[in-house]
């Protein structure tokens, strides 16, 4: 059998993460096109509610982030399912896997979307993303910063 290190562990499931956000960012660019956060699908909005606020960063819930994100955290934990095993520490890499992703994803939307690119990475630009700290949205420094506490714990 083939085991890897737990150092090497760590950088291929980093590595496999970032390759797999790249991936889907190109999905998403395809899907959306310019029109960020699904504003030009076909799918229901909840624009405003409290529990947005505390728990979605206020962007709206749509029915295709809904089942976006659902799809990906079932996923990201089909591994777990498929060899049978389950551990806290499981469970901390697979949570720091899933902020990862949605963290580089969503940056890589912007990078690779010929209607933004980096350098329209700013707040002015992007409406949805509506709190924003050190040039980045809020979400990316605290799941960033969670992330790699969970990484750090589930090795």
Not at 88 to 94: D, F, Y
Not at 98 to 104: C, G, N
């Given at each position: 059998m083939f085991e890897l290190a737990d150092g090497a562990r760590l950088v291929a499931t980093v590595c496999a993460v970032l390759v797999?956000?790249?991936?889907?960012?190109?999905?998403?660019?395809?899907?959306?096109?310019?029109a960020g956060w699904a504003a030009n699908l076909p799918t229901w909005r909840i624009e405003e509610h409290l529990l947005l606020d505390i728990f979605w960063g206020g962007?709206?819930?749509?029915?295709?982030?809904l089942w976006m994100f659902s799809f990906i955290g079932l996923v990201f934990h089909f591994p777990l399912f498929f060899m049978g095993q389950w551990s806290w520490q499981l469970e901390a890499t697979v949570m720091?896997?899933?902020?990862?992703?949605?963290?580089?994803?969503?940056?890589?939307?912007?990078?690779?979307?010929?209607?933004?690119?980096?350098?329209?990475?700013?707040?002015?630009?992007?409406?949805?993303?509506?709190?924003?700290?050190?040039?980045?949205?809020?979400?990316?420094?605290?799941?960033g910063a969670a992330s790699a506490v969970l990484f750090w714990y589930g090795a």
């Amino acid at each position: 059998m083939f085991e890897l290190a737990d150092g090497a562990r760590l950088v291929a499931t980093v590595c496999a993460v970032l390759v797999l956000a790249y991936l889907f960012a190109r999905v998403e660019v395809e899907i959306e096109g310019e029109a960020g956060w699904a504003a030009n699908l076909p799918t229901w909005r909840i624009e405003e509610h409290l529990l947005l606020d505390i728990f979605w960063g206020g962007r709206a819930l749509t029915g295709y982030h809904l089942w976006m994100f659902s799809f990906i955290g079932l996923v990201f934990h089909f591994p777990l399912f498929f060899m049978g095993q389950w551990s806290w520490q499981l469970e901390a890499t697979v949570m720091a896997s899933i902020m990862l992703f949605w963290i580089v994803e969503d940056y890589l939307w912007f990078v690779i979307n010929p209607a933004f690119g980096w350098r329209r990475f700013k707040q002015v630009h992007v409406a949805w993303h509506k709190r924003w700290a050190l040039g980045a949205p809020i979400d990316y420094w605290l799941f960033g910063a969670a992330s790699a506490v969970l990484f750090w714990y589930g090795a």
